[in-house]
C-alpha cells in the first residue's frame, strides 16, 4: 500500500488549505485513514482519525473546529480541509491507514504512512 499526500504549500495567517492522499494498492474503503503532523522539535501528533465507515472521528484538541476530513471511498482518497490556519499549524503533514488497536493518537498504531506535505503559514 502506498499513500501520497498532496497539497501542501506556503499560505496566509487566516487562509485555508486543502490536503489529499490518495492510496493504491488496496482498496481501504473499510480502513481508519487519519492525519498526523509534525512541527519542528515536536513529536507527532494526532490531527483526525476517521474510523473505516466514518461514522466516528477523532480530533485533535489543537484543530477541533477547524480542521475536516473527508474521505471518498470510490477514489481511496481522503482529504484534510484546513480553516483558518495560523503559524502554529506549520509542520509536516502525514496521511495514515489502518489502525491497529490501541489510542488512536499513538502513532505506532497505525500501519501505512505517506511520505508527508509541508504547510507553512506565515503571520
Known amino acids: 500500500v502506498q499513500l501520497q499526500a498532496s497539497g501542501g504549500g506556503l499560505v496566509q495567517a487566516g487562509d485555508s488549505l486543502r490536503l489529499s492522499c490518495a492510496a493504491s494498492?488496496?482498496?481501504?474503503?473499510?480502513?481508519?485513514m487519519g492525519w498526523f503532523r509534525q512541527a519542528p522539535g515536536k513529536e507527532r501528533e494526532l490531527i483526525v482519525a476517521?474510523?473505516?465507515?466514518?461514522?466516528?472521528?477523532d480530533y485533535g484538541g489543537s484543530v477541533q473546529g477547524r480542521f475536516t476530513i473527508s474521505r471518498d471511498d470510490a477514489k481511496n482518497t481522503i482529504y484534510l480541509q484546513m480553516d483558518s490556519l495560523n503559524s502554529e499549524d506549520t509542520a509536516v503533514y502525514y496521511c495514515?491507514?489502518?489502525?491497529?488497536?490501541?489510542?488512536?493518537?499513538?502513532?505506532?498504531?497505525?500501519?501505512?504512512w505517506g511520505q508527508g506535505t509541508l504547510v507553512t503559514v506565515s503571520s
Open positions: 495514515v491507514a489502518h489502525f491497529t488497536g490501541g489510542s488512536t493518537s499513538d502513532a505506532s498504531a497505525w500501519y501505512y
Open positions: 494498492g488496496r482498496d481501504l474503503s473499510t480502513y481508519s
Open positions: 476517521s474510523r473505516g465507515s466514518a461514522s466516528s472521528t
